[in-house]
């Protein structure tokens, strides 16, 4: 009797996440990491057609992207609408530093890495902004600084559109988008890395600049 009653009711163990089969929780584990190299082994191979100049896996790859990146910013304490900043910067650096990927290495942890590094950029600016102080009359009359429904998904949208009218340009305005507008590089520097004139430069970046706002924007210029 006295067993009976440490066991529980009728002599059966009490149900809980202790006395659950062992097998089950293998099962699951390994249900979970074999999405994970599924997922791993869609990325990497989007990333590669788009290095071979398939844009249609490159507009996959973005979109296939952006609840990966997502996800990495929240994990590194990124929160609100600071991870779709974070979205957008990860997907414009992955554009500007596509041709660095290596693709005999995993994906993922490349991805993570510039997500990593973009939400603590983010995170440095937010901290180094004037801290509000509280004050009851001036908070009633504050219009409300939260943005429209919808606003975080648009955002992801222009970044996506924009980093797919960059990659449409032609190879040297799309190098001086890259290299002077993107990584904020010297034309020295550019022009070291290209080989092009930095009077070519300039010229490609005016020209990419005005092929862009006529992309983007509804009805051309």
Request: net charge positive.
């Amino acid at each position: 009797m006295a067993a009976s009653f440490a066991l529980g009711t009728g002599g059966f163990p009490p149900v809980g996440r202790a006395f659950r089969p062992a097998a089950l929780e293998s099962a699951r584990g390994e249900a979970r990491a074999g999405s994970g190299m599924a997922l791993e082994g869609e990325l990497a191979s989007l990333m590669a057609a788009a290095q071979r100049g398939d844009a249609a896996s490159y507009r996959a790859l973005l979109r296939a992207c952006l609840p990966v990146i997502a996800g990495f910013a929240r994990a590194q304490g990124v929160r609100g609408d600071a991870v779709d900043d974070v979205v957008q910067d990860t997907l414009m650096t992955l554009h500007a530093a596509r041709a660095s990927y290596d693709p005999a290495r995993p994906f993922m942890p490349w991805l993570r890495a510039i997500t990593q590094r973009r939400a603590i950029d983010r995170l440095r600016r937010a901290a180094r902004r004037p801290q509000e102080v509280f004050d009851p009359l001036s908070y009633e009359a504050e219009v409300d600084p939260l943005p429209a429904p919808g606003a975080g998904i648009e955002a992801r949208e222009r970044g996506a559109a924009l980093a797919r009218a960059v990659a449409a340009l032609p190879e040297g305005q799309r190098q001086a988008v890259e290299h002077l507008g993107l990584r904020e590089l010297s034309l020295d520097e550019t022009a070291a890395l290209t080989g092009r004139s930095k009077n070519a430069l300039k010229v490609n970046l005016h020209r990419a600049l005005k092929a862009l706002r006529a992309s983007l924007t509804p009805g051309g210029e």
